[in-house]
Protein backbone atom coordinates (compact mmCIF):
# COMPACT_ATOMS: atom_id res chain seq x y z
CA UNK A 1 0.00 0.00 0.00
CA UNK A 2 1.11 3.36 -0.82
CA UNK A 3 1.22 6.12 2.24
CA UNK A 4 2.65 9.69 1.02
CA UNK A 5 3.11 11.98 4.00
CA UNK A 6 3.82 15.61 3.10
CA UNK A 7 5.66 18.06 5.62
CA UNK A 8 7.28 21.60 5.74
CA UNK A 9 4.92 24.04 5.08
CA UNK A 10 4.31 27.16 7.03
CA UNK A 11 3.68 31.03 7.04
CA UNK A 12 6.50 33.00 5.28
CA UNK A 13 6.91 36.35 4.19
CA UNK A 14 6.77 36.98 0.57
CA UNK A 15 10.37 36.49 -1.02
CA UNK A 16 11.01 33.73 1.55
CA UNK A 17 11.79 29.98 1.11
CA UNK A 18 10.46 26.98 2.44
CA UNK A 19 11.08 23.21 1.31
CA UNK A 20 8.81 20.61 1.11
CA UNK A 21 9.18 17.07 1.69
CA UNK A 22 7.22 14.18 1.13
CA UNK A 23 7.96 10.89 2.29
CA UNK A 24 6.68 7.81 -0.19
CA UNK A 25 6.23 4.75 1.73
CA UNK A 26 5.56 1.41 -0.50
CA UNK A 27 5.88 3.24 -3.56
CA UNK A 28 8.53 1.39 -5.82
CA UNK A 29 7.60 2.28 -9.81
CA UNK A 30 10.90 3.10 -11.48
CA UNK A 31 8.93 4.51 -14.56
CA UNK A 32 6.58 6.55 -12.78
CA UNK A 33 6.09 10.00 -11.83
CA UNK A 34 5.25 11.82 -8.59
CA UNK A 35 4.49 15.57 -8.10
CA UNK A 36 3.12 18.27 -6.06
CA UNK A 37 -0.04 19.83 -6.33
CA UNK A 38 -1.87 22.92 -4.70
CA UNK A 39 -5.06 24.21 -4.42
CA UNK A 40 -5.94 27.42 -2.94
CA UNK A 41 -9.38 28.33 -1.49
CA UNK A 42 -11.88 28.30 -4.08
CA UNK A 43 -9.63 27.35 -6.59
CA UNK A 44 -9.47 23.89 -8.43
CA UNK A 45 -6.08 21.89 -7.92
CA UNK A 46 -3.38 22.62 -9.90
CA UNK A 47 -0.32 20.78 -11.07
CA UNK A 48 3.39 22.65 -9.44
CA UNK A 49 5.98 20.56 -10.47
CA UNK A 50 5.97 16.82 -11.47
CA UNK A 51 9.23 14.57 -12.00
CA UNK A 52 9.39 11.17 -13.47
CA UNK A 53 10.91 8.84 -11.09
CA UNK A 54 12.76 7.00 -13.91
CA UNK A 55 14.43 9.38 -16.18
CA UNK A 56 14.24 12.31 -13.27
CA UNK A 57 12.52 14.62 -16.34
CA UNK A 58 11.14 17.61 -14.53
CA UNK A 59 8.20 19.98 -15.43
CA UNK A 60 6.75 23.06 -14.10
CA UNK A 61 4.06 24.82 -13.89
CA UNK A 62 4.82 28.45 -16.11
CA UNK A 63 3.96 30.58 -13.01
CA UNK A 64 6.86 29.08 -10.33
CA UNK A 65 9.49 28.17 -13.10
CA UNK A 66 12.72 29.50 -11.70
CA UNK A 67 11.63 30.02 -8.39
CA UNK A 68 10.90 26.24 -7.11
CA UNK A 69 12.85 22.76 -7.84
CA UNK A 70 11.29 19.73 -7.43
CA UNK A 71 13.49 16.79 -6.43
CA UNK A 72 13.89 13.12 -5.44
CA UNK A 73 15.83 10.80 -3.31
CA UNK A 74 15.32 6.95 -4.00
CA UNK A 75 18.88 5.92 -2.95
CA UNK A 76 19.35 2.43 -2.17
CA UNK A 77 18.64 2.00 0.93
CA UNK A 78 16.47 5.73 1.62
CA UNK A 79 12.96 6.33 1.84
CA UNK A 80 12.02 7.35 -1.68
CA UNK A 81 11.66 10.80 -0.23
CA UNK A 82 10.17 13.65 -2.68
CA UNK A 83 10.87 17.71 -2.12
CA UNK A 84 10.20 20.75 -3.28
CA UNK A 85 12.61 23.96 -2.77
CA UNK A 86 10.04 27.09 -2.93
CA UNK A 87 12.20 30.43 -3.34
CA UNK A 88 11.03 34.12 -3.50
CA UNK A 89 7.77 33.06 -2.55
CA UNK A 90 4.78 35.03 -3.60
CA UNK A 91 1.20 35.47 -2.14
CA UNK A 92 -0.28 33.71 -4.76
CA UNK A 93 1.98 30.82 -4.02
CA UNK A 94 -0.75 30.68 -0.76
CA UNK A 95 -2.48 27.19 -0.77
CA UNK A 96 -2.74 23.42 0.95
CA UNK A 97 0.04 21.58 -1.31
CA UNK A 98 -0.22 18.51 -2.01
CA UNK A 99 2.22 15.08 -2.60
CA UNK A 100 0.87 12.54 -5.27
CA UNK A 101 1.97 9.71 -7.43
CA UNK A 102 0.88 7.41 -10.44
CA UNK A 103 2.76 4.14 -12.21
CA UNK A 104 2.46 6.06 -15.01
CA UNK A 105 3.92 8.81 -17.39
CA UNK A 106 3.62 12.12 -15.74
CA UNK A 107 0.42 14.30 -16.45
CA UNK A 108 -0.44 17.46 -15.16
CA UNK A 109 -4.12 16.46 -14.59
CA UNK A 110 -5.25 15.70 -10.48
CA UNK A 111 -7.37 13.22 -12.07
CA UNK A 112 -4.32 10.77 -13.12
CA UNK A 113 -2.83 10.81 -10.46
CA UNK A 114 -3.74 7.27 -8.13
CA UNK A 115 -1.73 8.12 -4.86
CA UNK A 116 -2.17 11.68 -2.27
CA UNK A 117 -1.18 12.65 0.49
CA UNK A 118 -3.27 14.72 3.36
CA UNK A 119 -1.52 17.93 2.15
CA UNK A 120 0.60 20.72 3.74
CA UNK A 121 -0.47 24.29 3.89
CA UNK A 122 1.61 27.25 2.86
CA UNK A 123 0.70 30.73 3.41
CA UNK A 124 2.70 32.99 1.74
CA UNK A 125 2.00 37.26 3.45
CA UNK A 126 2.81 40.51 1.48
Known amino acids: QVQLVESGGGSVQAGGSLRLSCAAS????????MGWFRQAPGKEREGVAV???????????NSVKGRFTISQDNAKNAKNTLYLQMNSLKPEDTGMYYCAAVSGSCSWSPHDFSYWGQGTQVTVSS
Open 51 to 61: ISTGGGNTFYL
Open 26 to 33: GYTYSRGC
